[in-house]
Every structure is written in structure tokens, then in C-alpha cells.
């Protein structure tokens, strides 16, 4: 089975550059997270959807950051403009609600973002 | 708010010892703790997770944890390690009210012949 696929898998781009990162969750699973992982703050809650609904995007940093998730089959991290400090790596994951709370939720490799 | 402390950032083992992640948590609400392993460049994996019975969990690769209650803990432990167990090792945690998971900052474990 196809794991959660994020693309790309890496990026480098300049400053005040939009940046979009997307991800592809496991079939069938209806929450989608977005992390970030810094050597700074460890791995941090970007923002996750239930459903497609978005339902806490209290670990947004800033108004730069935007998520969307238009259909159970993808979901856009989009960063606009981009600053140097945004560089990390950026991981998508899922997890199928419908088995219960408690279900483990399955990574995708990753995006690593340098801003320069 | 929950919270998850990893107490050692880096722990250094030669292979065939025995090792000890040390994980504790903070709630006010019972929770499912989660220890996940990541390789270098890639996700994160889910080694053992505890919802409920059993307070000793059995993972993957030779893995095991512990739930106390009591003491807020869930250690990750492994009687003999391998080379190929270096990884970094991350504990979370989630409430049994919600889906996201809290994460600690991370163990780096390094293992050498």
C-alpha cells in the first residue's frame, strides 16, 4: 500500500518566495497533520484536518502559513512570502479516525525547505 | 495542556547492551502514549503504542514500553540493540478527546560496535 506521499522533496528558493508544499494522505484515513521539525523546537503541530475541515491551527506561526485540504485525497502547506527562518522540514502525516480515537498516525518522508 | 518530557537528549550504547528511553508525561486527562523512530531523512515510524489493559507494550523491531500511571512515565526499552537501531526516538502523547499528538523534543540514539 502507498504510504502518505509529499512532494517535493526538497525545495530551495530565495526569500519573499511562495513556497507550496503538498501532501497525499493514505486512502481511506480522514485526519491529515502538518508538522514542522527544527533542530531548535524539535517537531511542532503546524495544523490538522478532520474530515477536511481544519480544526486547530493554533501552531500556525504567522499569517504566512496557510493550509487547505480541498478533497480527502491532498492537502497544500503554503508559505507566502517565505522568510530564512521558515527553513525546516516540513511532514505530513494521517491517520484513520474512523478506527477510534487512539489510531497511530503514519508520516510521509518529508519536504526539507532551505530559504535563502 | 499536555505536555511530554524526554529526559536525555542523546544516549550512547555499544551494541548488544541493554538501553532505556525515558519518557514522562503531563495530563490532567488519561491519554494514549505513542513512542515513534526516525531514521535519518525519513518520517517518522511507529515503533509501540498504549491505549488501554496491559501496561507493558511490545513493538516492533525488539522494543517494549512501559505505562506507570503513577509516576507519568513510559519508558522505551530494548534488552540487546543493533548498529542499525541509531535513530532518533520520539515519545507522544495524545488525550482520549482528540486525534493530535504532543511530541517530545527527542532521543538520539547512537549505537557503536
Known amino acids: 500500500d502507498a504510504g502518505v506521499i509529499q512532494s517535493p522533496r526538497h525545495e530551495v528558493t530565495e526569500m519573499g518566495q511562495e513556497v507550496t508544499l503538498r501532501c497525499k494522505p493514505i486512502?481511506?484515513?480522514?485526519?491529515l497533520f502538518w508538522y514542522r521539525q527544527t533542530m531548535m523546537r524539535g517537531l511542532e503541530l503546524l495544523i490538522y484536518?478532520?474530515?477536511?475541515?481544519?480544526?486547530?491551527d493554533s501552531g500556525m506561526p504567522e499569517d504566512r502559513f496557510s493550509a487547505k485540504m480541498p478533497n480527502a485525497s491532498f492537502s497544500t502547506l503554503k508559505i507566502q512570502p517565505s522568510e530564512p527562518r521558515d527553513s525546516a522540514v516540513y511532514f505530513c502525516?494521517?491517520?484513520?479516525?474512523?478506527?477510534?480515537?487512539?489510531?497511530?498516525?503514519?508520516f510521509g518522508d518529508g519536504t526539507r525547505l532551505s530559504i535563502l | 495542556a499536555q505536555s511530554v518530557t524526554q529526559l536525555d537528549s542523546q544516549v550512547p550504547v555499544f551494541e548488544e547492551a541493554p538501553v532505556e528511553l525515558r519518557c514522562n508525561y503531563s495530563?490532567?486527562?488519561?491519554?494514549?502514549l505513542f513512542w515513534y523512530v526516525q531514521y535519518p531523512n525519513q518520517g517518522l515510524q511507529l515503533l509501540l503504542k498504549?491505549?488501554?489493559?496491559?501496561?507493558l507494550v511490545k513493538g516492533i523491531n525488539g522494543f517494549e514500553a512501559e505505562f506507570n500511571k503513577s509516576q507519568t512515565s513510559f519508558h522505551l526499552r530494548k534488552p540487546s540493540v543493533h548498529i542499525s537501531d541509531t535513530a532518533e526516538y520520539f515519545c507522544?502523547?495524545?488525550?482520549?478527546?482528540?486525534?493530535?499528538?504532543?511530541f517530545g523534543k527527542g532521543t538520539t540514539l547512537s549505537v557503536s560496535s
Open positions: 486512502s481511506g484515513h480522514n485526519s
Open positions: 507522544a502523547v495524545s488525550d482520549q478527546g482528540g486525534t493530535a499528538l504532543i
Open positions: 498504549y491505549l488501554s489493559g496491559s501496561t
Open positions: 484536518f478532520n474530515n477536511n475541515v481544519p480544526i486547530d
Open positions: 502525516a494521517s491517520s484513520a479516525m474512523a478506527g477510534g480515537l487512539g489510531q497511530p498516525q503514519h
Open positions: 495530563s490532567s486527562v488519561s491519554v494514549y
